[in-house]
């Protein structure tokens, strides 16, 4: 997915500009309402608000105040310069002034450890989202189902519980059959049932997944309707390790990796793959100089990040 730089992708690492392809997809019913998308956090002071509300960056992911009367009583903001923050809290403590400081910090910040990551977040314009509050049974965050969607077709789905409570996290095949699969937190006990609308959650993760070989799609399943949460091309950074290590493997099996990502590569060494002028040395992306070994015929040059951001994969040289 690094090597996927489509504007498609970059959409959908956008909270604001993804609204648009949900709609562009017929499924406009499933957005959450949106209050305000501001390109200045100050104007967060001034908003016609209901009580309960969320506010997110449109630059990053994870990141959200969550105002509601159901947020604990103790609960308070975060400091703003604890930069991608995430809390829930009740009306009487989120402080206007509090909640722009907050948001003026994630307008300074970069998401995904730069470009040369989860490079599709420093091409979105830093704004600021308020959306309605979701509400679960009981008036809890509700149940986050997480689809993965390899070419079109769902393989697993993850159902996150309990966030600012007792958080659970279970696998399960499309036909909702338990995976023995941790990626950190403790399954839920008992298992929970599949859900009522699990073909329908389906339906819609492969729709909004088709045209692209990954796609991950969050969906929030309440009561009286299907919610989109949002699109991402990489779960945790692809930095979260799954127990057993044998599920690596088994979730790549889906991926069948893109021509284009093999000839982007190539025309990438084409580019950046040169001679330096007066000795053996061949300089890759303007990084350095890596010195040729004694058999010209088979020569390699490994990978190295060039100076867009991309990396290029390993190539033989022969002559």
């Known amino acids: 997915m690094l090597r996927d730089h489509r504007p498609l992708v970059v959409t959908f690492a956008d909270k604001a500009g993804v ?13 959450p309402q949106a209050y305000a998308i501001v390109d200045d956090p100050a104007a967060l002071l001034d908003l016609d608000l209901p009580e309960s509300f969320v506010v997110k960056p449109t630059h990053g992911s994870g990141a959200a105040i969550v105002v509601s009367p159901d947020a604990p009583a103790d609960a308070v903001l975060p400091r703003a310069e604890w930069g991608w923050v995430y809390a829930h809290v009740r009306p009487e403590a989120a402080d206007r002034a509090a909640l722009r400081a907050i948001a003026a910090d994630w307008m300074t910040k970069l998401y995904g450890r730069g ?49 600012f409570d007792t958080r659970t996290q279970d696998f399960h095949d499309p036909e909702w059959n338990h995976l023995p699969l941790s990626g950190g937190p403790a399954w839920a006990d008992p298992p929970r049932e599949a859900p009522d609308r699990l073909g329908r959650m389906i339906e819609i993760a ?18 009286e309707r299907i919610v989109f949460g949002e699109l991402t091309s990489y779960p945790a950074g692809g930095h979260s390790p799954f127990e057993p290590i044998r599920f690596d493997a088994e979730f790549g099996s889906h991926w069948t990796v893109p021509r284009r990502y093999r000839e982007r590569d190539l ?14 040395h061949v300089v890759v992306g303007g990084v350095g100089v890596v ?24 190539a033989s040289r022969t002559s």
């Open 291 to 314: 010195p040729l070994g004694e058999d010209r015929h088979h020569d390699r040059v490994a990978a190295r990040r060039c100076d867009d951001g991309d990396v290029v994969a390993d």
């Open 206 to 223: 492969e729709r909004l997944g088709a045209g692209t070989d990954f796609v991950r799609v969050d969906l929030y399943l309440l009561p």
């Open 19 to 31: 609204r648009d392809h949900v709609a562009e997809q017929g499924l406009a019913d499933l957005l």
């Open 267 to 280: 025309a990438q060494l084409g580019q950046h793959h040169r001679r330096h002028p007066g000795d053996e």
């Open 115 to 163: 470009p040369n990551e989860e490079w599709a977040y420093s091409r979105v314009t830093p704004r600021v989202i308020v959306e309605e509050a979701l509400s679960g049974p009981g008036g809890g965050i509700p149940d986050d189902y997480k689809f993965f969607v390899f070419h079109g077709r769902v393989r697993y789905i993850q159902l996150d519980s309990g966030r």
